[in-house]
């Protein structure tokens, strides 16, 4: 719990919301503040399942703009396969740059197909980029290390078999939202720590990093919209069983555990203002700073957890939107 001056929770304020972002709230109604809890969570996963379902491989191909395919490769000694959405612009033949994307859900929800339409029209498209959304085990019935190790055991494959998969395997982001922006800075760390291929950036979005709880913004905007302290909680507990909050929890389980930041390649991190991660993921990129390191940090005024899904017409989001493909652009430049 945050101490010192002002340290009364009565006593804060809570950032303001964007216009328009206000509107959509409201709209939203009671959704938007809804908590998953231990005894709701099974319910909410199969009300996400019904209300997001994985688009088909045929819808996702829309009109014949983008090749698609869903790739099964080997997973993790012991593990299941790995389920793999391949996604690129029809008609290219040369090696493509890849985005090597984690949905989100708070490790508890989420499909791999849901996000390709938005990751494809913002990004695959303009940039000429292929795709690869990983089918992730989730918890509470995949604990850690489930779900980074299918991620893992995926980019290897990836990076293994890029001439099959018509891709630069010197052109590789790791990227994700949310859960899936954890993911992928854990996943940038195993790379570095098993001596895997580096990738050349990741693409962290909103990320969910720290099982700890401790930071201001997570008390201070403990009843946030969209993804609230009681909602992480439920989540991070799901992951982790027995091993949450243990003093020795592994970085790859919780990137903002991680001591050691160096060797790691650029990072992009966005986050709202007005949403709970904001100063685990400003931490992330101070420490990456701290390092020496790379990292470029946006946090977008009055912006709640996951604005740009649900007002996508906003400004704010247009310009977040604007700076993920600028940076995107130039790491895959160089």
């Given at each position: 719990?945050?101490s ?7 006593t ?14 409201e ?7 809804e908590?998953?809890t231990?005894?709701?969570?099974a ?10 379902p994985?688009?088909?491989?045929e819808e996702?191909r ?9 790739l099964r490769?080997?997973?993790a000694p012991g593990?299941?396969?790995v389920?793999?959405?391949?996604a690129?612009p029809?008609?290219?033949?040369r090696p493509l740059?890849l985005?090597y994307?984690m949905?989100?859900g708070?490790m508890?929800?989420g499909n791999?197909g849901?996000v390709?339409?938005q990751v494809l029209?913002?990004?695959?498209l ?8 990983v089918?992730y085990r989730?918890?509470p019935q995949t604990p ?7 991620c893992?055991?995926?980019y ?8 099959r ?5 010197d052109?590789?982001?790791v990227g994700g939202?949310s859960?899936?922006?954890g993911?992928?800075a854990a996943?940038a760390?195993l790379?570095r720590?098993?001596g895997a291929p ?13 099982d ?11 009843d ?9 909680t439920t ?5 982790l ?8 929890l592994?970085?790859y389980?919780?990137?903002a555990?991680a ?6 390649p650029p990072a ?6 007005a949403?709970?991660y ?6 992330y990129?101070?420490a990456?700073w ?5 990292a470029e940090?946006h946090v977008w005024?009055g912006?709640f ?11 704010l989001?247009q310009?977040?939107r604007?700076a ?11």
């Amino acid at each position: 719990m945050p101490s010192g001056p002002g340290s009364d929770r009565t006593t804060w304020g809570v950032p303001p919301f964007d216009p328009e972002l206000s509107v959509v709230l409201e709209a939203l109604g009671d959704a938007a503040r809804e908590s998953v809890t231990p005894e709701n969570l099974a319910a909410r996963q199969e009300s996400a399942a019904v209300s997001r379902p994985s688009p088909t491989v045929e819808e996702l191909r829309a009109d014949g703009r983008f090749e698609v395919e869903e790739l099964r490769v080997p997973g993790a000694p012991g593990a299941p396969e790995v389920t793999l959405v391949s996604a690129r612009p029809a008609g290219i033949t040369r090696p493509l740059p890849l985005l090597y994307y984690m949905h989100g859900g708070g490790m508890i929800m989420g499909n791999a197909g849901s996000v390709l339409p938005q990751v494809l029209r913002d990004w695959a498209l303009p940039l000429e980029l292929a795709v690869l959304s990983v089918e992730y085990r989730t918890a509470p019935q995949t604990p850690y290390p489930g779900a980074v190790e299918d991620c893992y055991a995926g980019y290897v494959w990836a990076v293994e078999h890029a001439e099959r998969l018509g891709v630069d395997a010197d052109r590789v982001v790791v990227g994700g939202k949310s859960a899936g922006g954890g993911l992928a800075a854990a996943l940038a760390l195993l790379a570095r720590d098993r001596g895997a291929p580096a990738p050349i950036g990741q693409l962290l979005l909103c990320p969910m990093l720290d099982d700890r709880g401790e930071t201001f913004s997570s008390h201070q905007l403990a009843d946030a919209v969209i993804w609230n302290r009681t909602s992480n909680t439920t989540a991070w507990h799901a992951l982790l069983g027995d091993r949450y909050g243990a003093a020795d929890l592994p970085s790859y389980a919780a990137p903002a555990r991680a001591e050691d930041l160096s060797g790691l390649p650029p990072a992009y991190i966005d986050v709202g203002s007005a949403e709970l991660y904001r100063d685990e993921d400003v931490a992330y990129a101070d420490a990456i700073w701290r390092a020496g390191g790379e990292a470029e940090l946006h946090v977008w005024p009055g912006a709640f957890h996951g604005f740009d899904t649900f007002a996508p017409d906003a400004v704010l989001t247009q310009d977040a939107r604007a700076a993920r493909l600028h940076w995107l652009r130039r790491v895959l430049a160089r």
